[in-house]
Structures are given as C-alpha cells and as structure tokens.
C-alpha cells in the first residue's frame, strides 16, 4: 500500500500564482484533510471532507479551495499565492468509525513544503 | 469549544531515562479519542498511541504509554528507556465526534546522550 500520497515535495511560487497540492491515499478512507504547519503553532485545518462531493472548512480556510470527486483524491487549491501562505503542508486521510467515530487515526503524507515569494 | 493545550515547547531527557510529555485538552462532548504523534526532523507525522474516552485502562505500545486522567482532562504521553532516535516533536491531538482533529502547539523533545 502507498498510504497517502503527496505532490510536489517542494514548490515556490510568485505572489500571485495558483497551484494545485495533490493528495491520494489508497485506504478507501473516508475522512481527508488538509493541515499546515507553521513553527510554534502545531497543525492547523484548513479544509476537510467526510466524503465524496462533501467538503467542510477548518480553522485557516481562506485562499485555499477543494474540492473531493472520488474517495482516494483530495487537491488543494490555492488561489492566488501570498507570502502568509509559506507553509508545509500536509494531507491526512482516515476512518470515520461508527456514528461520526473518534477512534481511528489518521494517517499523514509526507508533506509539501510551498514558498511564496 | 475544543482545545488542546502542550504546556512544554522543549523538552531534556537523559538517554535510557523516562519522561513525560503534557497535555490537556477541553471538550464538552462524551465521547473522543486523543491521540499522539511524532514529527522527526525528516518531516513525517507517525502514529504513535490512542486513548478512548471509555477507555478504563490507560493505552500502552511498546515503550509509549499514555498517562489519561478524565477528570483533569489530561493525556499525558510517557516514554520510558529514552532512546536518541525519540528526538522530535511530539505533537498531542484531540477527536470528538464530529471528525475533525485538534491538536497542541507540540513539545520539541531532545534525548541527551
């Protein structure tokens, strides 16, 4: 199994630009997300979904997009680059579990280190 | 509201010594789970031990084990026998139900030879 999936590793870009960070996972998981990291501040959540064709913000939504047409992909978006996007981020699927569930982990791809310029 | 609140940014530990990693959280919902991860210095978050909200005992693996006192709403994480390969964040994390996870700002660990 390949887990969840991450592309690119890296990225700058221009303050400005857009560009997609794609995410798979090959768990048939329910649950994906979008988190990013910045020092001193832990993960933060920027979008989820609980499924196909449902998505939900997080904590930090705005310039970011997504969208969730299958279950094993979940790209994020950003619109249009600003240099408080600097991040790493990272995208973690798992279970749902009965009744909204809270007992499964989740599992994360090995992360997107973006620099905007 | 949901938080989830890591008191230590660094943390200092003997090799082959124990310690004990803090974290509180704050939850009105009957039912979560907390979780804690490590982050590396190469990057990736790995899984390291889970605690039910209906959990009577406290969740051990390996050298891990998680300290969960309901009452004063923490989850503390204990390694024990300190390895230099335990450097890292260690980063605690909260799911009620309603799926989303919260976590804690991190304790950055160093396990001095």
């Known amino acids: 199994n390949a887990g969840v999936t991450q592309t690119p590793k890296f990225q700058v870009l221009k303050t400005g630009q857009s560009m997609t960070l794609q995410c798979a996972q090959d768990?048939?998981?329910?649950?994906m997300s979008w988190y990013r990291q910045d020092p001193g501040m832990g993960l933060r959540l920027i979008h989820y979904?609980?499924?196909?064709?449902?998505?939900d913000q997080g904590e930090v939504p705005n310039g970011y997009n997504v969208s969730r047409s299958t279950t094993e992909d979940f790209p994020l978006r950003l619109l249009s680059a600003a240099p408080s996007q600097t991040s790493v981020y990272f995208c973690?699927?798992?279970?749902?579990?009965?009744?909204?569930?809270?007992?499964?982990?989740?599992?994360f791809g090995p992360g997107t280190r973006l620099t905007v310029l | 509201a949901q938080k989830i609140t890591q008191t230590q940014p660094g943390m200092f530990v003997q090799e082959k010594e124990a310690v004990t990693l803090d974290c509180t959280y704050d939850?009105?919902?009957?039912?979560?789970?907390l979780f804690w991860y490590k982050q590396p210095s190469s990057g990736e978050m790995i899984f390291l031990i889970y605690q039910g909200s209906y959990d009577q005992q406290n969740a051990t693996e390996g050298r891990y084990s998680l300290n969960f006192q309901k009452a004063r709403k923490s989850a503390n994480l204990v390694i024990s026998a300190s390895q230099l390969g335990d450097s890292a964040m260690y980063f605690c994390a909260m799911r009620p139900t309603g799926n989303q996870f919260y976590f804690g700002t991190g304790t950055s660990l160093t396990v001095i030879p």
């Open positions: 979904s609980v499924g196909a064709g449902i998505t």
């Open positions: 768990m048939n998981h329910e649950y």
């Open positions: 939850t009105s919902d009957p039912s979560y789970g």
């Open positions: 973690a699927s798992s279970y749902l579990g009965l009744a909204g569930g809270f007992t499964d982990t989740q599992y």
